[in-house]
């Protein structure tokens, strides 16, 4: 059974994620602050991470970049009691691939986490490098090249983007991005493809907040031009 890192230092909400994820069957690595968060996940590889964001020593945006940057592919749920998009888009700009906001229920954890281990033991996308604009998107490393700009696409973007440039011009709703990428019994929301967007955008377009490649269709979702 996997092996899930929980890095979170309220004592009460560690020791919940811990006795339900043990219950579930699967194994659990405990981290309290960031920096112990860090050496657990570089020395002892667990094959998925729930990561607090407010955290002592390190707090999780420093964490995920570290984990990022040493190469590390972990599938990484961003936990947050904050749900305002600044927070949720960092993380996910730093290379975590999806994020849960607190207060939250069990069945919705659990569906995120047998979600993220699937997608983490799929096999590889086939060699695919597009040019989009002036960025230059590797699928199969998950980066994004612009300019002197490098970035880490997480699981979720790649699905968005291949979904998107795969119908190029083509509005795809919203339901069909979360049913197809996240499955719907994982609660997902509309806030939930419309973050990873943001994300997106601010990795690929020169200027996000007027995009000319990843476009919203009012009502609808959005749509691909290249």
């Known amino acids: 059974m996997a092996r899930i890192l929980i890095a979170e230092d ?27 968060a860090l050496d657990i996940a570089k020395t002892q590889r667990p094959d998925l991470i729930l990561l607090d964001i407010m955290m002592p020593k390190l707090d999780g945006f420093e964490v995920c970049r570290q984990v990022r940057e040493a190469g590390f592919t972990v599938p990484i749920i961003m936990l947050t009691a904050r749900s305002q998009e600044v927070d949720v ?5 730093l290379g975590a691939d999806d994020y849960i906001t607190k207060p939250f229920g069990v069945r919705e954890l659990l569906a995120r986490i047998k979600v993220s281990l699937r997608h983490a033991g799929a096999k590889p996308t086939a060699a695919r490098v597009m040019k989009i604009g002036e960025a230059e998107v590797d699928l199969v490393k998950g980066t994004v090249t612009r300019g002197e700009q490098k970035f880490n696409l997480g699981y979720f973007e790649i699905e968005l983007l291949k979904m998107l440039t795969d119908k190029a011009e083509e509005p795809v ?19 939930t493809v419309d973050n990873h967007i943001v994300s997106l955008r601010r990795k690929i377009e020169p200027d996000p907040k007027n995009p000319r490649h990843i476009i919203t269709v009012h009502t609808i979702g959005y749509k691909y031009v290249p």
């Open 10 to 36: 309220e004592p009460d909400m560690a020791m919940g994620l811990r006795d339900n994820l043990q219950f579930e069957g699967y194994e659990v690595l405990e981290a309290t602050d960031g920096e112990q």
């Open 173 to 191: 709703p919203r339901n069909d991005l979360l049913d197809k990428i996240w499955g719907l019994d994982a609660f997902p929301t509309n806030r």
């Open 89 to 93: 888009v960092r993380g996910l700009e």
